[in-house]
């Protein structure tokens, strides 16, 4: 089963510029989350989405950091413009379903963006 | 204050010995998983754990949903193990992750 891929592998980039990830999550999966890993600390949720359909962004910086996943498969996630301080590992996971008290809630997590802001 | 601890933060550990991650969280949950990510970045998941306990291959991992604790065990530990191993709760519809334990097995 192939998994979740995400590309590009790596980005650098200079501060003010815009980047875009892409992810494929795994084939039926309706739930799909954006992290943002700083070095040195565990994954911080972005966005999550229930099919095509945003269901917790709160923790996503919505004045430069925007995410779609328009036909509920795959999602790009944009930084524009970037600072300093988004340098770090950008992780796409997909699980089954999303619902809380549903036990196949398990997270499949792609390989990750390395994006390093100059 | 993290929702979810996670101790030690580094382990060095000698080959072959059993090592154990501990993981306390805050929050009630329905389910807990271990993660295990390498240098650059990728992530596997281990485990996914509501009750009880799980065995794959040398890893075990436990949960005491009263004491809202977890352990990963890591029997005949082997320097491939060497990773950080991040617990990380699903509760309230969102996930909360531990900071990682940072686990260095030398030959």
């Known amino acids: 089963e192939a998994g979740v891929a995400q590309s590009p592998r790596y980005k650098i980039i200079e501060k003010r510029q815009s980047v875009a990830f892409w992810c494929n999550p795994i084939?039926?999966?309706?739930?799909l989350y954006w992290y943002q890993q700083i070095l040195g600390q565990g994954p911080k949720l972005l966005i999550q989405?229930?099919?095509?359909?945003?269901?917790?962004d709160s923790q996503l910086p919505k004045d430069r950091f925007s995410a779609e996943r328009l036909k509920g498969v795959d999602s790009t996630l944009k930084i524009q413009p970037a600072k300093l301080e988004d340098s770090a590992v950008y992780l796409c996971?997909?699980?089954?379903?999303?619902?809380?008290?549903?036990?196949?809630?398990?997270?499949?997590f792609g390989p990750g963006t390395r994006l390093t802001v100059l | 204050k993290n929702e979810v601890e996670q101790s030690p933060q580094n382990l060095t550990a000698q080959e072959g010995e059993f090592i154990t991650i501990n993981c306390s969280y805050s929050?009630?949950?329905?389910?807990l998983h271990w993660l295990q990510q390498h240098p650059g970045g990728g992530i596997v998941s281990l485990f996914m754990?509501?009750?009880g306990k799980k065995k794959h291959g040398r890893l075990i991992a436990t949960i005491n949903i009263q004491e809202k604790h977890s352990s990963l065990h890591i029997t005949a530990s082997h320097p491939r193990d060497s990773a950080v191993y991040i617990c990380?709760?699903?509760?309230?519809?969102?996930?909360?992750f531990g900071t990682g334990t940072s686990l260095t097995v030398i030959p």
């Open positions: 996971a997909s699980s089954l379903v999303g619902r809380i008290s549903s036990s196949y809630n398990e997270q499949f």
């Open positions: 989405f229930q099919n095509n359909g945003v269901v917790d």
């Open positions: 990380a709760v699903r509760g309230d519809n969102q996930f909360y």
């Open positions: 929050v009630g949950i329905s389910a």
């Open positions: 754990l509501s009750s």
């Open positions: 084939s039926g999966h309706a739930t």
